[in-house]
C-alpha cells in the first residue's frame, strides 16, 4: 500500500512540475499581492488631498503641494494631471500658483485648460499676464477661451488689455468670450457690439452710435412680452 501511495505522490509532482507545493493546496493559496497602482486609484489619491485644504499658507499645506508638485512631474497619464491642477486649486500656497501656471505648458491641452480655469478660480491678479501670454500664444482654441474666461472672474482692470486682443481676433467664439469676460469685470453693459467693448478695454469712449443701439436694445427688451 505504501508503495502505491509513494508512486502516485511522484506521478503528482511530474504532471505538476518541480513544485514544493501539491497542487489542491495550491488552489487555496492567496493570489500575490502587487504595488501596481492604476490610474483611476491614482486620481482617487489625488482627490482625497481636496479635503485637507484649508485655503491657509501653512507648512502642513505646503507639504501636500510639494508632494503633489512632484507627482504632477512624473505623471504620465494627462486624466491624472487635471486631477491634480483641479486639486492643487484648492490649496492657497505659492507653490500652489506656480505649478498652475507651470501647467500652461503641458504637452495635453486639457490639462492646460484646466490650469485656466484653475487660475481664473483663484481670481489672483498676478494670473492676468500668465493669461494674457496663453491668449497670445496658445494654438489650441479651447485653451485660449479658458484663458479668456478666467480673466473674466479677475476683477483688474490690468486684465482689459488681454481680453481687447481676443475681441480683435477673427474667432467670433474668442471675441464672445472677451466681451462676457469685460462685461464681468467692468460692470457695464454695451450690449453685444464688440467693437463698442473693444473702444472701452483700449480706454477709448464707445462711439454714439454703439452706445444708441444698446439704448434701443435695452428698451426693446422691456417691450418684448416673452
Not at 490610474?39 to 488631498?49: G, L, Q, S, W, Y
Not at 505646503?62 to 507627482?71: C, D, H, K, P, S
Not at 494654438?139 to 484663458?147: E, N, S, T
Request: proline share 6%; glycine share 6%.
Amino acid at each position: 500500500m505504501n508503495s502505491r501511495l509513494s508512486l502516485l505522490l511522484a506521478s503528482l509532482t511530474l504532471l505538476t512540475g518541480c513544485q514544493t507545493t501539491p497542487w489542491p493546496m495550491r488552489m487555496f493559496q492567496r493570489p500575490e499581492r502587487t504595488t501596481y497602482r492604476t490610474a483611476e486609484m491614482r486620481m482617487d489619491a489625488v482627490r482625497d488631498f481636496r479635503t485637507q485644504s484649508t485655503g491657509v499658507d501653512t507648512p502642513e499645506q505646503r507639504e501636500i503641494v510639494n508632494q503633489l508638485a512632484r507627482q504632477i512631474q512624473v505623471e504620465p497619464d494627462p486624466l491624472v494631471r487635471e486631477a491634480i491642477v483641479d486639486t492643487i486649486a484648492e490649496f492657497r500656497t505659492p507653490l500652489a500658483s506656480q505649478v498652475l501656471e507651470a501647467g500652461l505648458s503641458d504637452a495635453d491641452a486639457d490639462v492646460r485648460r484646466h490650469c485656466c480655469m484653475a487660475l481664473g478660480k483663484r481670481g489672483d491678479p498676478a494670473a492676468v499676464p500668465v493669461l494674457a501670454r496663453a491668449i497670445n500664444g496658445e494654438q489650441d482654441l479651447q485653451v485660449r477661451i479658458a484663458a479668456v474666461e478666467a480673466l473674466g472672474s479677475i476683477h483688474s482692470p490690468d486684465a482689459y488689455t488681454a481680453l481687447a486682443v481676443a475681441m480683435e481676433d477673427r474667432d467670433p467664439a474668442l471675441q464672445y468670450a472677451g466681451v462676457e469676460s469685460m462685461r464681468e469685470i467692468s460692470g457695464k453693459d454695451l450690449g453685444n457690439d464688440v467693437s463698442a467693448w473693444l473702444q472701452y478695454a483700449r480706454g477709448e469712449t464707445p462711439t454714439a452710435s454703439s452706445e444708441e443701439e444698446v439704448s434701443i436694445a435695452r428698451r426693446l427688451r422691456g417691450l418684448t412680452p416673452f
